[in-house]
């Protein structure tokens, strides 16, 4: 059973945009959902978290006032638009789910559930 499934990524010029969707089934989206992402050699950073029932957010520092998470409940999609775009944000993002609840929301072991990966790729 597939429960989360990326797309949206592909290539942009620093200082553009993308935005990232996830979509969930109907079980995964019930729970706290965050994004990802791993560069190559490099190991899986956190980017974003949000909860639930998506009154609290959470961001990397790298990140904030620039990507920016949203939940559709309607379509049982997580999003993730990305502003200002800079070369630094290449990688494979993942977005993952924690139906357990997270203690860090920050790690990937709190999350049991990830999708395949979508490839963000920015050209300076």
């Known amino acids: 059973q597939v429960h989360l499934v990326e797309s949206g990524g592909g290539l942009a010029q620093a200082g553009g945009s993308l935005r990232l969707a996830c979509a969930a089934s109907?079980?995964?989206?019930?729970?706290?959902l965050g994004w990802f992402r791993q560069a190559p050699g490099k190991e899986r950073d956190f980017v974003g978290a949000?909860?639930?029932?998506?009154?609290?957010?959470y961001y990397a520092d790298s990140v904030k006032g620039r990507f920016t998470m949203s939940r559709d409940n309607a379509e049982n999609t997580l999003y993730l638009q990305m502003s200002s775009l800079k070369p630094e944000d290449t990688a494979v993002y993942y977005c993952a789910a924690s139906c357990l609840g997270y203690i860090n929301f920050a790690a990937p072991t709190s999350y049991e559930y990830w999708g395949q990966g979508t490839q963000v790729a920015v050209s300076s």
């Open positions: 109907a079980h995964t989206f019930k729970c706290d």
């Open positions: 949000i909860s639930r029932i998506g009154d609290n957010t």
